[in-house]
DNA sequence: ATATATGCGCAATTGTGCTT
DNA sequence: AAGCACAATTGCGCATATAT
């Protein structure tokens, strides 16, 4: 980030400068999440060397994005969270995520997904309505929930004993969240179980929405 | 002009070990 | 255990050269 520069007067240039270096704006979609300590991060981001996660939070907290933070009393522990500029980031990792659902395709064997992944791909494929609902995401192990009301919605890790849709995916639900597969469909193939209907299902994919996958161009 | 090949420097990674 | 730092190695991006 230091020899990094575009010699660009440009917004974009300088996003890039400040979160464009490798890694950094997975750290950042993880910190939307919540607030994180160091090996949290590390659980999230397997693949990331501890010297390069150790630079980069340096770097984004030099940039006025992330502080690091000492807890209260019992634990003690440092956590890393983002200030109110970094937590500006919300809406352009939405965007991007949203753009880039569009080409996920299949899940590659040495994919992984997490709680907090789960979390932002909701978020960034929420469509407002004036539906209430209330949905428990299990993926494996990993479970997520969201809470729909008209325009807000609200996701986080964890169960949601209340919830009115419990839906179980066993393979990537981006076939159905992009309308290439219905929800009869998407039960019949397997890739999902639910404890409701069909039509509870339909309505948990139009609240969650992709863009059908790019056409190539002629 | 555009595509492909080659060599180089630096960043990323791997592995290890320090400090608290 | 958490939170790094460092040395050796790998891999990638970049510039330049060469081919189409």
Not at 167 to 185: H, M, N, R
Request: with cysteine; net charge neutral.
């Amino acid at each position: 980030m230091t020899t990094k520069t575009y010699g660009q007067y440009c917004g974009v240039a300088r996003a890039l400068e400040l979160v464009g270096e490798r890694w950094a704006l997975l750290i950042i979609r993880d910190l939307l999440v919540g607030p994180k300590r160091y090996t949290d991060l590390r659980a999230g981001l397997p693949k990331i060397p501890t010297n390069v996660l150790a630079t980069r939070l340096k770097e984004l907290e030099r940039a006025g994005i992330v502080v690091r933070r000492i807890q209260p009393r019992p634990s003690g522990a440092i956590v890393y969270e983002l200030t109110e500029y970094g937590a500006d980031l919300d809406e352009v990792v939405l965007a991007m995520g949203r753009w880039g659902a569009r080409s996920l395709g299949e899940l590659r064997p040495d994919e992984i997904i997490t709680p907090d992944i789960l979390v932002m791909a909701l978020r960034s494929t929420f469509q407002p309505g004036n539906r209430k609902a209330k949905y428990e995401l299990r993926f494996g192990e990993i479970v997520v929930h969201a809470v729909v009301d008209g325009d807000s919605l609200e996701v986080a890790p964890g169960p949601l004993p209340k919830a009115d849709l419990v839906v179980e995916a066993f393979a990537p639900l981006s076939p159905l969240l992009s309308g290439e597969l219905d929800a009869k469909q998407a039960l019949a193939n397997g890739i999902v179980r639910t404890d409701g209907s069909i039509a509870a299902l339909t309505r948990f994919a139009t609240h969650f929405h992709i863009a059908p996958h790019p056409a190539p161009e002629r």
